[in-house]
């Protein structure tokens, strides 16, 4: 196809277009100028501000979110949870989280972290707000200690007291008993503190008990002041009856501390913040003293001892001395026998010494002297209801003759059996005796005797015996009758007639009858004549001639 031809010399000319370029700044360019600036700026300041990422462990997220869940601190935010991963051996939760610079200064190895849930507890019931904003991680900053981005969370909320008034005091105990974190202390039954924590010591032979005690009761706390185990029940029973203490319900249920300074102790110095204390085991037992002085000694027991335990009391006459120290079982391989050796432990400051002592009389001797008078140990029974056992030392002077053994570790110390020893004794002396006890002999002679007796009951010799005493008897019972119709009529008459002859003669002797009368004028006569007799004899005594010759006138004058 041909193109057309086109005569350019027809085309009129067209002007040339000259672009001039103005050189001035378009204000549309501040828009994305300004943007930059502040999303510089803005970039700056994140970075700037930004705090340091943490990890901590929990044994579970339960509740925890990753981008939602935050980290407070008096309920103000400080932290948020960026990732929830699980651990390499799946023992626990891994929690990555994103902290405000702020709190870089307080992230240390004493810095502690837990999750926040609602929770009841010893200490009441905590948490409740999170059931409607849900969970979170609490903190307890410490600015003290190493710095550190790695934490192992707690799995139970701790007693934060560190923006509390007051002071932290150390207990130390054989066992915690059943206090917890939480648990009340009592001064005079009002609630002034709680336990904060507790750990075994690096030996292992106590639990140390972290407790704190608010203002302005602390300083109630003196260095003398003793604290206690208030938990459960204190029953005591003495002359008085039974008595049953308890600080609260709480304490009762949940376990619980007490302290005060006993009233026999001058008040000492107000305690220092940490101080060390020891944790008694209840409220009568802070009376107790601490003796130093310890001397120790063993016994050997023949018979069983059941029911005794280390720990028992050793006592002398109802006052506690000691106590047992170790119960051990021993062979021996010479003799082939078996004994059982107690060792006790006994405090001798708990004994006042009063006099001036001897410098010639030290220990040995002392206890020496002492056994000689017959001083040894032996096994009682403490309570029939537990059946437990105690030792107890005494004076017995009929006792064998026994020293003290001092070759060894430990002295030893005589023992005599129990009383209930030496009744299982007297029985198997009694079982002896009887078994030697001639009885078989003795039955035979019975049997031969009981034969005797039934060959002379059946023999008619005794039949006709007691036929004839039978007759007897009859013939005794016929002639008693026939006396009593016979006699007794004739010894009523004679009775009567009797009592007739009595009755005249009391009328004949009364003082106003005439009889009476003429007899007492006869006896006065008689008197008289009696005298003259009596003067006769007495001259014819001096003048024996007066019988041949009579009388001499001239002694009549």
């Known amino acids: 196809m041909n193109e057309p031809n086109i005569d350019e010399t027809a085309v009129p000319d067209v002007p040339d277009v000259i672009v001039h370029s103005k050189k001035t700044f378009s204000i549309v360019w501040l828009v994305p100028i300004v943007a930059a600036i502040i999303g510089g700026w803005l970039a700056y300041k994140a970075i700037s501000e930004k705090g340091p990422t943490i990890t901590i462990i929990f044994k579970s997220a339960e509740g925890l ?87 192992n969370g707690l799995e139970r909320p701790p007693v934060v007291t560190r923006d509390l008034p007051g002071r932290h005091f150390m207990l130390h105990a054989d066992r915690l008993s059943s206090l917890d974190i939480g648990s009340p202390v009592y001064f005079r039954q009002i609630k002034v503190g709680q336990v904060v924590a507790y750990h075994i010591d690096n030996e292992g032979n106590r639990v140390m008990v972290n407790v704190f005690v608010r203002a302005p009761y602390h300083h109630f706390v003196r260095k003398n002041t003793r604290f206690w185990n208030a938990g459960g029940l204190d029953i005591s029973v003495d002359a008085t009856g039974i008595e049953i203490d308890t600080e609260s319900f709480v304490t009762l249920l949940l376990g619980g501390i007490a302290f005060e300074t006993p009233v026999d102790l001058e008040p000492g110095d107000i305690a220092e913040e940490g101080d060390m204390f020891v944790l008694y085991r209840n409220h009568e037992s802070i009376y107790e003293k601490t003796y130093l002085k310890k001397s120790y000694w063993v016994l050997h027991f023949d018979g069983s001892v059941k029911g005794l335990a280390v720990g028992a009391p050793v006592d002398f006459r109802g006052i506690k001395i000691g106590r047992v120290a170790d119960i051990r079982l021993e062979f021996l391989m010479a003799d082939s026998a078996v004994r059982i050796p107690v060792l006790i432990e006994l405090e001798p400051e708990r004994i006042a010494v009063t006099g001036e002592q001897p410098e010639t009389m030290d220990r040995p001797r002392l206890m020496d002297h002492l056994v000689n008078k017959g001083l040894r140990a032996q096994l009682k029974r403490g309570s029939l209801l537990t059946d437990q056992l105690f030792i107890e030392l005494n004076f017995h002077p009929h006792a064998p003759v026994r020293r003290i053994v001092w070759e060894g570790k430990y002295p030893e110390l005589p023992t005599i059996p129990s009383p209930l020893e030496g009744i299982a004794t007297s029985l198997a002396q009694l079982m002896d005796r009887l078994e030697n006890f001639p009885l078989e002999q003795i039955g035979n002679s019975l049997q031969n005797t009981f034969r005797g007796t039934e060959h002379l009951v059946t023999s008619p010799e005794l039949i006709e015996s007691i036929h004839s005493l039978n007759n007897s008897l009859k013939q005794l019972n016929t002639f008693s009758s026939r006396l009593n119709e016979d006699m007794i009529p004739a010894v009523n008459s004679t009775l009567e007639k009797t009592q007739k002859t009595l009755t005249e003669a009391e009328n004949i002797l009364r003082s106003d009858s005439r009889f009476r009368h003429q007899l007492n004028h006869a006896l006065t006569e008689l008197a008289g004549a009696a005298r003259s007799v009596r003067l006769l004899v007495d001259y014819l005594e001096q003048h024996p001639e007066a019988l041949l010759k009579g009388k001499d006138r001239s002694d009549e004058k």
């Open 65 to 151: 979110e990753a981008g939602k869940s935050k980290i407070k601190y008096k309920d103000v935010e400080i932290g948020q949870v960026e990732d929830i991963s699980l651990s390499k051996d799946l023992s626990g939760v891994i929690v990555t989280a994103v902290m405000v610079k702020q709190a870089e200064q307080y992230l240390t190895e004493n810095t502690r972290f837990w999750i926040v849930r609602a929770r009841i507890s010893a200490s009441g019931a905590s948490g409740l707000g999170t059931l409607f904003s849900g969970t979170y991680i609490s903190i307890d900053p410490v600015r003290g200690g190493t710095p550190t981005r790695e934490f």
